[in-house]
């Protein structure tokens, strides 16, 4: 596709039409109240939600997609000047409220920008998206595809969202006489906290702001501003941390749970001698479950009323693994259905990021760059950089040149009040470590 027709997550000059897979700040870098560029595409459920993500947008700008069905769109070649067809489909991602895939298909062929996503093998909503996706495609060929990238680290192995919100509501059960504190994003995790709400037969604390989506979103009954109807609050996730929790068990005992894959750097609970924890990823790779298939990662050794795979972080935090994002193995088992022509990651701020060529581009037809990507690896010494931006698209645009303008090398990062050395770093992201991310909802 030729440059200047269609941006993607993207809300620089130069498209004619734009496409926002969901409201996560990450993805909506640059969009504003004011912005006024031209039409911009989403889901239903997205377009509900904007105006109270940005207030006084102009309305007449938006235009829904429903899931499922192809939309054809007229653009203006950029170079010939001549008018051509693009056809479009939005997909449920099964991210948060909103969150879609685009297909597009046109006389550049046919393209999948996934957005952030997650189809598990037990989930029967990814199975009907799964469908529709392979009906869409029906016997064309995915020329190219973006892809989320997260965890597309095979470290990254963690259980389906179910067994994890199970774990959730275990840890509040055995802790009757606690508060509970649940870090959560200004939009994400519901299905989490209905599940805890519909469990425990509670009410769950938000904060107003995050009351109002629940009402958009049709939640009115579960959730609460009053603290003196509940013990459960889901407070913002930047809120969420060591000394929140500390300061609160001076008045109040109180445990704090960080849903999350990501492993969460923190001060070391007494008698752990590993700064950062054992991340339920690297227990995964200790005991080979990374190496079975997808149902058994989804599944992995989390029987119910067992907390032993639940990470203590601190005394008074438990970090779940409850993502939003595919682990490696639902990665896997997406690019094998699809076995795209070419594959590209949409993101490139973790610090563990490796292109998902070198993992798995022997699965599609950029097997021969997976090769040569393997070569390159293999040869790189720890003086490597660590990349640090967030990638985009603009079809038929290179973002090579503005990735090599943000590069940079750190002497140290900072990691919950944890100085860690480059080289520790490094030898970090070879386990699949990754930096907390504030813009990256997980």
């Known amino acids: ?99 879609v895939m685009f297909l597009f298909r046109g006389e550049f062929g046919c393209m999948l920008y996934t957005g952030d996503f997650r189809w598990e093998a037990t989930s029967k909503r990814a199975q009907i998206a799964r469908e529709m996706l392979l009906n869409a495609i029906g016997n064309d060929k995915v020329d190219t595809l973006y892809l989320d990238n997260t965890y597309c680290n095979p470290s990254y192995c963690f259980p389906s969202r179910e067994v994890a919100a199970q774990q959730v509501v275990e840890i509040i059960a055995s802790h009757p006489e606690h508060d509970i504190i649940i870090g959560i994003d200004s939009l994400g995790k519901e299905d989490l906290l209905l599940y805890i709400s519909r469990m425990l037969k509670i009410k769950i604390w938000v904060w107003p702001e995050r009351l109002q989506i629940m009402h958009l979103l049709g939640f009115h009954d579960m959730f609460t501003t009053k603290t003196s109807l509940t013990r459960v609050r889901a407070v913002p996730r930047y809120s969420f941390s060591i000394d929140t929790l500390e300061g609160l068990n001076t008045m109040r005992a109180t445990v704090g749970i960080m849903p999350s894959g990501l492993p969460w750097a923190a001060k070391p609970f007494k008698g752990n001698d590993n700064v950062f924890g054992s991340s339920p990823s690297i227990s995964c790779l200790k005991s080979n479950k990374c190496n079975t298939n997808v149902e058994t990662c989804n599944n992995i050794d989390m029987p119910h009323g067992s907390l032993r795979n639940v990470e203590r972080y601190h005394q008074y935090i438990y970090s779940v693994p409850y993502s939003d994002h595919a682990c490696f193995l639902e990665i896997q088992e997406f690019v094998k259905l699809l076995q795209p022509t070419n594959m590209k990651g949409i993101v490139s701020s973790s610090s563990s990021y490796v292109d998902p060529v070198y993992y798995l581009g022997h699965l599609s037809g950029a097997n021969q760059l997976s090769q040569r990507l393997n070569h390159k690896f293999e040869r790189k010494d720890s003086g490597e950089t660590v990349e640090a931006i967030q990638t985009k698209f603009v079809f038929g645009s290179s973002n090579s040149a503005e990735a090599k303008r943000k590069r940079r090398r750190n002497t140290q990062v900072d990691l919950f009040g944890v100085r860690v050395s480059r080289v520790s770093l490094l030898r970090r992201i070879r386990c699949g470590a990754k930096i907390v991310e504030t813009d990256c909802p997980d």
């Open 1 to 99: 596709m030729e440059r200047g027709m269609i941006s993607v997550d993207r809300w620089s000059d130069g498209s004619q039409v734009y496409f926002l897979t969901h409201l996560h700040a990450d993805h909506t870098n640059g969009l504003s109240s004011t912005w006024k560029r031209g039409s911009l595409f989403c889901s239903r459920i997205t377009a509900k939600i904007f105006p109270f993500k940005f207030p006084g947008f102009k309305l007449s700008l938006l235009r829904v997609l429903e899931i499922g069905r192809w939309h054809s769109i007229s653009l203006v070649s950029p170079t010939s000047g001549s008018e051509t067809s693009v056809e479009v489909m939005a997909i449920d991602a099964h991210h948060c409220p909103g969150a």
